[in-house]
C-alpha cells in the first residue's frame, strides 16, 4: 500500500489549483481545521469503522471544520470521504502550505542555535538565507545548548549544519577511523 504523502501529493496539488491564487489562505486554513478535526482520537476512531458512511464521516469533518470551508473546500472533504483518505488529510494540508510557499516565494527556516539569536543575527541570517535560496525567509529559532556552539539550519530539505558538535564528531570520527 502507498504511504500518506504518495496519496496526499496529488489531492494537494488538486486542492491547490482549486483554490487558486485568491483563495489560498482561506483554503490553508480550512485544510489545517480539517486536518486537526481528523487527527482528534474520537474522529480517528470513526475513520477506519466500516459501519460509519462516507457520507456521514464527511458532514462530521465538515460540521467540525466550521464556516472556514467554501462549497469547494466541503466538495473536497467529500470526495475524500468517498475515496477513504481522510485519514491523509494532515498530510494534505501539510503538502498544500509547501504549494503554497512556493507560489508566494517564501520557505519557512528553523534556526536550533546553543544560545538564542539576538534580533540583529536573526535578520542577518534571513537575508543570507533569503538571498542564497532566492526567498523571502520565515525564521523559526530554537536553542539547544548540547550544540556548544554554532547552528543547524533546516529548510525544507535542506539541512545547514554548522554547529560545534557536529565539528566534533567528524574530528571523533576521523580520528578513529
Known sequence: MADQSTIARPYAKAAFETAGAARLGSWSEALRTAASVVTDPK??????????????????????????????????????????????????????????????GTID??????????EAQRSELAAALGHRLKRTVRLQCATDPQLIGGAV??????????????????????LTA
Not at 458532514?59 to 470521504?81: S, T
Not at 527556516?109 to 546553543?114: E, F, G, I, R
Open 43 to 104: 474522529v480517528e476512531a470513526l475513520l477506519g469503522n466500516p459501519h460509519v458512511p462516507s457520507g456521514q464521516l464527511a458532514d462530521l469533518v465538515i460540521d467540525l471544520a466550521g464556516a472556514g470551508l467554501d462549497p469547494d473546500g466541503r466538495n473536497f472533504i467529500r470526495l475524500l470521504a468517498e475515496n477513504h483518505r481522510l485519514d491523509c488529510l494532515p498530510e494534505i494540508a501539510a503538502r498544500f502550505e509547501q504549494l503554497k510557499a512556493e507560489a508566494e
Open 109 to 118: 527556516v528553523t534556526v536550533t542555535s546553543a544560545v538564542p539569536l539576538s
Open 153 to 174: 539550519l533546516r529548510a525544507g530539505d535542506l539541512v545547514i549544519d554548522g554547529s560545534l558538535l557536529a565539528r566534533l564528531r567528524s574530528i571523533a570520527y576521523e
